[in-house]
């Protein structure tokens, strides 16, 4: 059983910077597609990026491509997101989970489905961002 423990979060000035990290246990980092959400205060919890386990490519929602960067490093077991320019609108809880399989990353991309899910989440960082 795969278990993620993120941590990096705090309370920052707009235009700040935050590296969040997610500690994987259990089993082996490059098995899985790793991937990060988060959740703003009233809003649904969304996919903002993705890094696949072979061959490390990346994805980006729109919202934070440019400014957040993820990378993974499988000796460490531990996955990051460097989160450059921070805006208050990034405020929110943010999660990290894992997927391991085939369409991995398209199955992470979308949450998990119905008969799906995705293998593990964490408990959450908040990340406040101050105007």
């Known amino acids: 059983q795969v278990q993620l423990v993120e941590s990096g979060g705090g309370l920052v000035q707009a235009g700040a910077s935050l590296r969040l990290s997610c500690a994987v246990s259990?089993?082996?980092?490059?098995?899985?597609?790793m991937g990060w959400f988060r959740q703003a205060p009233g809003k649904e919890r969304e996919f903002i990026a993705g890094?696949?386990?072979?061959?490390?490519?990346?994805y980006y929602v729109r919202s934070v491509e440019g400014r957040f960067t993820i990378s993974r490093d499988n000796a460490k077991n531990t996955v990051y997101l460097q989160m450059d320019s921070l805006m208050p609108e990034d405020t929110a809880v943010y999660y990290c989970?894992?997927?391991?399989?085939?369409?991995?990353?398209?199955?992470?991309?979308?949450?998990?489905?119905?008969?799906?899910?995705?293998?593990?989440w964490g408990q959450g960082t908040r990340v406040t961002v101050s105007p």
């Open positions: 259990g089993r082996t980092l490059s098995d899985y597609t």
């Open positions: 989970a894992a997927k391991r399989g085939p369409s991995a990353f398209t199955t992470m991309a979308l949450g998990g489905r119905k008969n799906d899910p995705l293998d593990a």
């Open positions: 890094i696949s386990w072979n061959d490390g490519s990346v």
